[in-house]
């Protein structure tokens, strides 16, 4: 930016899609900043408190994240961020060099597994005979394979303490379904969820050995993405987790904790945010032209390249740090049709290890699901699958030959 009056980069021999990025937009008269989109509020009014529901919950893996509130999101900063993501990269390229949403993230924050099964399936279904049996009900108004969140949410959300384990197990899974469609993997509607979650909820120990925070960031990826191309006016995604990760990392617009900070007892870290919180100078009503200024204008020592030290793990119960071998995974994140790459390589500083010239990225075609209703993604993927199945092969590490002078290694990094 100091040497020429457009955004973006100079030479666009990395980021080739330059011309079809919305960072060419923000001068123009009308443009407008997308919209995220997540509905948290939603979620935060089921409250699972059930004991043996819990129980089930812990075992499926989705008790931690239960913890999480959901925050109502800084559009401003959220949109500024979404303006210097690349998806070629995976990552936010700012002033300093790049930074992004890693394995690690999620597992600290959400309590999430991030090292299992992928998260797949697909195929024709007999919808109605499955959810017969694991939901026991007679669902109501299903479209192309998707139920109202609200329907289910006012047949469930309320059982006494005595139910019967039936009706306890049914009432799990809808609850994770809830949780799957109000931030998980949300989808723009926001009042139904799909159905093809359901055949992974069947039995809740094999759930739980799936890698559902690895399925959760490849969703996040291909929404970032998306968001971040000419004439999208939305990013429906998991916000609460961007959001966490921006007060986490950067400056701007972080808010304090008022009054005592909660205990983190079996929370993820995350969840420290789960309190009242105070917004410095009204931050939040704050133009996006405020959060453009201070992220073009930071300074290196304005970024906590790594906020979860060894010093804050150490505090961390044990299930946020299950699966750490694979945090620095340079593999293939699956989700149903969703391929994305996981890049640590590129953002090693937030390892706490010296930043090399990252390697070139490949190039992977992105597909929806769209007329693919009954694709056997399993199958369809098997090669990438193969690949997160091998996700121990290749950990990202510092490149041989790196100065280790970090003042000199990141100058050559940023040259």
């Known amino acids: 930016m100091d040497d020429h009056d457009e955004p973006g980069p100079i030479d666009t021999s990395v980021l080739t899609e330059q011309p079809r990025h919305r ?15 997540e509905h948290g509020r939603k979620k935060n009014i089921w409250q699972c408190e059930h004991p043996a529901m819990l129980d089930l919950l812990r075992r499926a893996g989705f008790y931690y994240v239960s913890r999480l509130r959901r925050l109502q999101l800084d559009q401003s900063l959220l949109g500024a961020l979404v303006e210097m993501w690349r998806r070629k990269t995976q990552s936010f390229h700012l002033r300093h060099g790049e930074m992004s949403i890693t394995l690690m993230d999620v597992a600290v924050i959400t309590g999430l597994c991030v090292d299992g099964g992928v998260v797949t399936g697909g195929g024709s279904y007999q919808w109605a005979e499955l959810y017969g049996l694991l939901l026991a009900v007679v669902l109501q108004d299903i ?6 969140i609200d329907w289910l949410y006012q047949h469930f959300h ?54 559902w925070g690895a399925a959760a960031l490849a969703h996040l990826y291909r929404a970032l993405g998306n968001a971040c191309i000419r004439g999208k006016v939305e990013c429906c995604c998991f916000g609460t987790l961007v959001q966490i990760w921006a007060w986490d ?4 617009g972080r808010p304090e904790v008022v009054g005592a900070q909660p205990e983190l007892v079996d929370m993820p870290l995350g969840c420290r945010w789960n309190t009242r919180l105070a917004f410095r100078d009204n931050v939040r009503t704050t133009d996006i032209e405020f959060y453009r200024d201070q992220l073009d204008q930071q300074l290196e ?3 906590t390249w790594r906020p979860y030290d060894d010093t804050v793990l150490e505090t961390l119960p044990l299930f946020c740090l299950a699966g750490s071998q694979v945090w620095r ?19 090693l500083r937030q390892f706490g290890l010296l930043q090399h010239i990252p390697e070139a990225v490949l190039v992977i075609p992105r597909i929806n699901s769209r007329g693919r209703a009954d694709k056997d993604w399993t199958a369809y993927h098997a090669s990438y699958i193969q690949r ?7 950990i990202a590490d510092v490149a041989p030959g790196t100065d280790p002078d970090p003042i000199r290694a990141t100058t050559v990094y940023m040259q």
């Open 301 to 303: 020592s304005q970024i």
């Open 388 to 394: 997160w199945n091998n996700r121990l092969v290749d």
């Open 329 to 347: 995974s340079r593999s293939f994140l699956v989700c149903f049709h969703i391929i994305e790459l996981h890049h640590p390589d590129r953002v």
């Open 23 to 37: 960072s060419t937009l923000i001068r123009e008269e009308g443009y407008f900043p997308v919209q995220f989109t």
């Open 158 to 211: 309320d059982i006494p303490l005595d139910a019967p384990p039936a009706i306890v197990r049914a009432t799990a899974r809808v609850y994770i379904l809830f949780e799957i469609e109000c931030s998980l993997f949300p989808n723009p509607s926001g009042n139904r969820v799909h159905l093809k979650w359901l055949p992974h909820l069947e039995d809740f120990d094999l759930c739980g050995e799936l890698a």
């Open 249 to 252: 990392h950067l400056h701007i």
């Open 143 to 148: 479209r192309g394979s998707e139920i109202k």
